[in-house]
């Protein structure tokens, strides 16, 4: 299932350049850089909202798209809310899993850094030097206006664990985790956007001329009947994630609209 699409709602649109041209919480953790998250909404025994803004910034870091996929039911650009700051798309997401089975969450975010004084095309992404906690999967491209995967791999669950974009360019993040719940247990997968590094495994975007940074953390709790599960005990297998996104049934559709 398919909640809005990028730029479908009269949004912003972005020009191409000329040519040429995990903070380590109670449980299992991670970190990583994106753009702007919402209030998205609740579906197959998992809520999913944000928690309070994290982070200040200048008046340069904006917001131009983002996405949830949750259990392979993809969400762009939910509508804001007050909890979190829609303008620079920095705050917390959180998405609660209860029901038996697989599972998989993903954050796609897609910020600009000071673009009204140097573009949105001269920026760079970077990984922390912490390894990701288990089930963790990460990608940092250019957004699909132009050539990057990053999109598709965060529709089908695929990010790739590399850095597409190694020169300046337009940049995105997406960050993932696979995991499985026991009967009663819940999943708490919690995505920090912040202005600040956090401690353990994170994702970068920054803007090398101005300064401005926006790091994308995560934080997966399971707590059931016995407690809570230690962090890298949330084995997911190749096996359940491909009877999952198979029964979701969804399909996508993003309106690249960028022009030159």
Same mark, same amino acid.
Request: glycine share 12%; with cysteine.
């Given at each position: ?21 995990? $903070? ?10 994106? =753009? ?33 996929? =949750? &259990? ?7 509508? *804001?809310?007050?909890?979190?700051? @829609? ?10 899993? !209860? ?10 975010? $897609? ?21 990701? *906690?288990?089930?963790? !999967? ?5 957004? /699909?206006?132009?050539? /990057?995967?990053?999109? $598709? ?6 990010? &790739? ?21 026991? $009967? ?49 005990? !949330?084995?997911? @297998? /190749?096996? @359940?994630?491909? @009877? ?13 609209? =960028?022009?030159?």
């Amino acid at each position: 299932m398919v909640v809005g699409g990028f730029n479908s709602r009269g949004c912003e649109t972005k020009e191409l350049p000329p040519e040429p041209m995990i $903070d380590h919480w109670a449980v299992v953790e991670g970190v990583v850089d994106m =753009k702007n998250s919402n209030l998205v909404r609740m579906a197959g025994g998992c809520a999913v909202f944000l928690v309070g803004a994290v982070g200040t910034s200048a008046g340069v870091i904006g917001l131009f798209e983002y996405g949830i996929n =949750k &259990d392979f039911s993809i969400s762009y650009d939910p509508p *804001p809310q007050p909890s979190f700051d @829609a303008a620079t798309g920095l705050g917390s997401l959180r998405i609660i899993f !209860t029901e038996l089975g697989p599972h998989y969450g993903s954050l796609f975010v $897609d910020h600009e850094l000071s673009e009204a004084s140097n573009t949105f095309f001269n920026e760079l992404g970077a990984v922390s030097a912490a390894a990701p *906690p288990a089930g963790v !999967t990460w990608e940092i491209d250019e957004p /699909g206006y132009a050539f /990057g995967d990053i999109v $598709d791999h965060f529709e089908a669950g695929t990010l &790739d664990n590399a850095i597409g974009t190694p020169d300046p360019e337009d940049v995105s993040m997406a960050m993932g985790w696979f995991f499985e719940l026991q $009967d009663g247990q819940t999943g708490t997968l919690t995505f920090r956007l912040t202005d600040q590094p956090p401690s353990g495994f994170y994702l970068r975007h920054y803007d090398p001329e101005s300064g401005e940074s926006v790091y994308l953390s995560g934080a997966l709790r399971i707590e059931g009947l016995d407690g809570v599960i230690p962090e890298g005990s !949330t084995g997911f @297998a /190749g096996g @359940a994630l491909a @009877a999952l996104a198979a029964a979701s049934l969804w399909q996508v559709r993003r309106a690249r609209t =960028k022009s030159t």
